[in-house]
């Protein structure tokens, strides 16, 4: 069980670095074209899955 928790929390502080660098990728696309709106849209929905995640923990 505990090996098992020690995954979950790997996994989740993995996710918390992913949603630093989605926000800034965001920032970065979201005023250019219709390739870069869809890449800002993606990366917010990976910062919603990291909020979601949270709550498991």
């Given at each position: 069980?505990?090996?098992?928790?020690?995954?979950?929390?790997?996994?989740?502080?993995h996710l918390?670095?992913?949603?630093?660098?989605?926000?800034?990728?965001?920032?970065?696309?979201?005023?250019?074209?219709?390739?870069?709106?869809?890449l800002a849209?993606?990366?917010?929905?990976?910062?919603?899955?990291?909020?979601?995640?949270?709550?498991?923990?």
């Amino acid at each position: 069980m505990g090996e098992a928790v020690a995954q979950v929390r790997e996994v989740a502080d993995h996710l918390q670095t992913l949603v630093v660098q989605a926000d800034v990728l965001s920032l970065k696309y979201e005023s250019e074209l219709d390739q870069g709106r869809e890449l800002a849209w993606l990366l917010r929905k990976v910062k919603a899955l990291s909020l979601r995640e949270k709550s498991y923990m």
